[in-house]
């Protein structure tokens, strides 16, 4: 997607996320996220935009620690939210193409890096505060989930940080439904390797439409939610191995 449009989503996902949180209060459990509490994920997404925001605006080119979660609860917290929100989407509005800053998976510029990224942090745990709430959730598009599923297949599981691992090499498809993207992860005792295409058969094949499987491979959604054919223990092993810390 083009780093403008990946901006806008950011900023619509991010008044949704603290809009669901009020609703749902700091004390409601979030179901998708086992052991958190509202407050919970408001401080960890809130600390991660004013830690992207630091990079870009500042232009740090190395590795900086996060910083402390803020201790502030209720209404407060929201608004801190919403700040650090606000501060992060005009960071990347106002940065320049070439902008100079550290990353951790590769993209075509740190700027693109930094918007998709925040992106799809943001639209992840907005998808945990309307778990927390209740009732509907909010879609997105379908280019927008096929994107998040490419970045999560081929940059977060294409570094050796993956824990998806298989002692005998197989081969997982995932197949969007609504879009023409198809991809193969390769899962062996290396790497897992993804390739953006349909390499012979597969041993197991994730179908449905992009946006279920990009909450499914995010473990947002059951497996039960898409169509899982062939060696569906393989399906499970990803459901098991592929958090990201």
């Given at each position: 997607m083009e780093t403008a449009r990946l901006i806008e989503s950011l900023f619509h996902e991010g008044q949704l996320l603290a809009a669901a949180a009020a609703e749902a209060g700091p004390d409601a459990m979030v179901p998708t996220c086992p052991d958190w509490q509202v407050r919970d994920l408001l401080r960890h997404t809130g600390t991660v935009h004013r830690w992207a925001t630091?990079?870009?605006?500042?232009?740090?080119?190395?590795?900086?620690?996060?910083?402390?979660?803020?201790?502030l609860d209720g209404d407060e917290l929201v608004e801190w939210f919403r700040e650090g929100h606000g501060l992060l989407?005009?960071?990347?509005?106002?940065?320049?193409?070439d902008l100079q800053c550290w990353t951790f998976m590769p993209a075509p510029s740190p700027l693109a890096f930094w918007a998709r990224r925040q992106a799809h942090e943001t639209a992840i745990h907005r998808a945990d505060a309307e778990s927390a709430r209740g009732g509907k959730p909010s879609p997105v598009t379908a280019e927008f989930a096929a994107d998040g599923i490419a970045e999560l297949l081929t940059g977060f599981h294409g570094r050796s940080r993956s824990r998806v691992r298989s002692e005998a090499p197989r081969s997982l498809r995932v197949r969007p439904l609504d879009t023409d993207d198809v991809w193969t992860v390769w899962v062996s005792t290396d790497v897992p390797r993804t390739e953006p295409s349909e390499e012979g058969p597969a041993d197991c094949e994730l179908s449905g439409t992009a946006e279920q499987l990009y909450l499914t491979l995010w473990n947002r959604l059951p497996l039960s939610a898409v169509s899982v054919a062939g060696e569906a223990d393989l399906a499970q092993l990803w459901r098991e191995m592929s958090a990201i810390g």
């Open positions: 630091g990079f870009i605006a500042e232009g740090h080119t190395e590795y900086r620690p996060f910083g402390e979660h803020s201790e989407v005009a960071a990347l509005s106002e940065a320049p193409a």
